[in-house]
């Protein structure tokens, strides 16, 4: 079994921020592949499904973004899963908008709930980084990040995340290069 937990926060009024991509991104798979009904569990959401051969939990913390970690942390030891069963979906604005990048371990760059969940469970667990692109100035950080995406990042928003449920198969399998390489062509114009 694999846990993926998409980062976000809790409420209708962060629907659409890029800060919660990450939700997004769950829901995405969860519709594409059939996931089962939503439950409240692990202070959050989940839905159970399997992608290939994989069962995957899907976990949307309701701790808020600062206290992701403990949400996560709970569902791995419920499993008795090590670390490396994990896998975090999340906002990045190191990266340009829409592009998505895979890796293991790491800093956390600032993000909170990258931060919450080192705190809880160390580095070395998988991150789907889903860019979202920096604002130019630091200043502008907070506001862009817990802002709506525009009406025209609508459409490559959602491109994205069916590139990203349409090629998770790929993640299942442990194959990230063939994943983000996939999903790249996919998003090509």
Do not use: C
Not at 23 to 45: E, L, N, P, S, Y
Not at 46 to 66: C, D, H, V, W
Not at 72 to 89: H, N, P, Q, S
Not at 131 to 155: C, F, M, Q, S, W
Request: proline share 4%; charged share 20%.
């Amino acid at each position: 079994m694999q846990i993926w937990a998409g980062l976000g926060n809790p409420g209708a009024q962060y629907a659409m921020h890029r800060h919660n991509v990450g939700f997004m991104v769950a829901d995405a798979i969860a519709a594409v592949h059939g996931f089962g009904a939503v439950k409240k569990q692990f202070q959050g959401w989940t839905q159970e499904g399997r992608i290939g051969s994989e069962k995957i939990l899907l976990l949307k913390p309701a701790t808020f973004m600062n206290e992701s970690g403990r949400a996560i942390g709970e569902a791995l030891r419920f499993y008795k899963l090590d670390v490396d069963a994990l896998t975090v979906f999340h906002d990045e604005l190191d990266i340009a908008p829409f592009r998505v990048k895979v890796k293991t371990g790491g800093g956390t760059a600032g993000h909170n709930g990258l931060r919450s969940t080192d705190q809880h469970l160390g580095p070395d667990f998988r991150r789907v980084r889903l860019g979202i692109g920096h604002p130019g100035h630091k200043d502008r950080v907070t506001g862009y990040v817990l802002g709506n995406y525009a009406k025209t990042e609508i459409e490559p928003l959602s491109d994205m995340l069916g590139a990203v449920a349409a090629e998770a198969a790929w993640l299942a399998a442990g194959d990230d290069v063939r994943f983000m390489n996939d999903v790249a062509v996919r998003m090509q114009p």
